[in-house]
């Protein structure tokens, strides 16, 4: 099977767009997705899970309402997790080792969900052997090893796949569509947060499996909150300004749950972009009121696309009577001295914003593995199934998750060093998306 990197002219071409037309809309994933679905119609991918622990679960439960996936084979350390996978696929090959799993003769592509640690070294072995890859994010726990990556899938001509499931959410393209067409102005500021209020832990049978268990409180396994989940909002530096940050200065520190985990539990970081805008990430899992939300600020609006409502600087007219009391308030803050001049405090809208399309649905930021939340998953791994058989790889879809990881990795990189941090102009790679 020959894979197809395609160009920026080939792939407009294939999904019917015109020449003319700038890529840098990223609702032309859903187009380029449905083409490759056309073709794949009749194909079956024969798929390799290694990683059969929870998050493995969630994609196992999606390849089983996908026609064309098949799995032949699963792969896991962890007994229980094996067996898990094996009453979804009973018939499949069971593999402790992800190297056998991957020289499996039958396996055409392999599906990576372990610890962060483990995705360089397994998608880097996949790939040398020839075979089609899909890696939950982020894409590696270092910076090297998101640049080897990268290398060796431009080298391979194979497909990648990494789990960014926003690509694929259907509120977020929209949203992205309604901004690149200037309905919110420019775009000023981009407000990232992610709040939950648990310990992150999960039940260890015996002390010995600690670190296997909890592989997301450890430094040599995480990459903490930055990489579980700042990676996820991190694209949208690249979707809405289109370029990269010059400068970056973050503060990470264990606040509430010292429990000797090694990760921060409670991060912001700072974004500084060469037109002197920012985004910001924060996120502490010690309080959930605000839940999880990116918050896209533009002069005539604003957009919450976690919840995917937009917000008008100048919303239409209230009615009439609510005008009157609005007019009645003005006037009795206009009297009020403050400092000297006269004084009007600053409010903030309580319009309750409109949907930016129908059916939406949304969740709150809480850990939704296992939960039947429609939020681009099943869409992304049909993606890579059709792929794996067409053996054409998605444009832009790698490049997006590469600047996603490195983005979460120099957040982490500037708090360990308590400095602020020039991005490393040897990790820029060629993104026609980006200037």
């Known amino acids: 099977m ?129 075979k089609h890859a899909f890696c939950e994010k982020a894409m590696a726990r270092t910076i090297d090893e998101c640049k080897e990556i990268y290398d060796t899938y431009k080298e391979s001509g194979k497909v990648l796949y990494i789990g960014l499931q926003r690509l694929f959410d259907k509120k977020y393209l929209k949203a992205i569509d309604i901004i690149n067409r200037g309905e919110i102005g420019e775009v000023v500021d981009i407000r990232n947060f992610w709040y939950r209020n648990n310990d992150w832990r999960r039940p260890v049978p015996e002390p010995s499996l600690e670190k296997l268990i909890n592989w997301r409180l450890y430094k040599e396994s995480s990459g903490g909150l930055m990489t579980e989940l700042a990676a996820h909002q991190l694209q949208l530096g690249t979707w809405i300004y289109k370029t990269l940050p010059d400068y970056i200065c973050g503060f990470g520190d264990i606040i509430f749950w010292k429990d000797g ?24 899992i010690s309080n959930k009121r605000y839940g999880m939300d990116e ?67 949304v969740h709150d930021g809480s850990n939704t593995t ?16 059709n792929a794996v058989i067409t053996g054409k790889s998605m444009p832009m879809l790698v490049e997006e998750a590469y600047y996603s990881g490195i983005l979460a990795l120099l957040g982490n990189q500037a708090m360990e060093q308590r400095q602020i941090i020039e991005f490393p102009q040897e990790y820029k790679i060629p993104y026609d998306h980006i200037k």
């Open 370 to 385: 296992g939960a039947d939340v429609d939020d681009g998953s099943k869409e992304l791994v049909e993606a890579y199934c």
């Open 295 to 361: 918050e896209i600020l533009g002069h005539k609006g604003t957009i919450e696309l976690a919840k995917g409502l937009l917000y008008k600087e100048e919303p239409a007219p209230a009615p009439g009577i609510q005008q009157l009391i609005n007019q009645i308030e003005h006037k009795v803050f206009d009297n009020v001295s403050f400092a000297g001049p006269s004084w009007v405090p600053e409010t903030a809208s309580n319009t309750k914003g409109e949907p930016i399309m129908k059916h939406l649905q």
């Open 2 to 130: 020959n894979t197809q990197k395609l160009s920026r002219r080939e792939f407009l071409r294939d999904v019917g767009i015109s020449g003319g037309v700038v890529l840098s809309s990223l609702p032309l994933f859903s187009a380029f997705a449905k083409k490759l679905s056309e073709e794949a119609k009749g194909g079956k991918a024969k798929i390799a899970i290694i990683g059969t622990g929870s998050r493995g679960m969630y994609h196992i439960n999606h390849l089983l309402q996908i026609p064309q996936a098949d799995v032949v084979a699963i792969c896991d350390i962890y007994q229980p997790h094996l067996d898990d996978a094996a009453k979804a696929y009973p018939k499949a090959k069971q593999y402790k080792n992800y190297i056998d799993a991957i020289n499996d003769p039958n396996v055409e592509g392999v599906l990576i969900a372990t610890p962060l640690n483990m995705h360089a070294p397994i998608t880097l072995a996949a790939l040398h052997a020839g």
């Open 261 to 284: 985990r090694e990760v921060p539990d409670s991060v912001s970081v700072i974004y500084h972009y060469p037109n002197g805008k920012r985004m910001t990430f924060e996120s502490i």
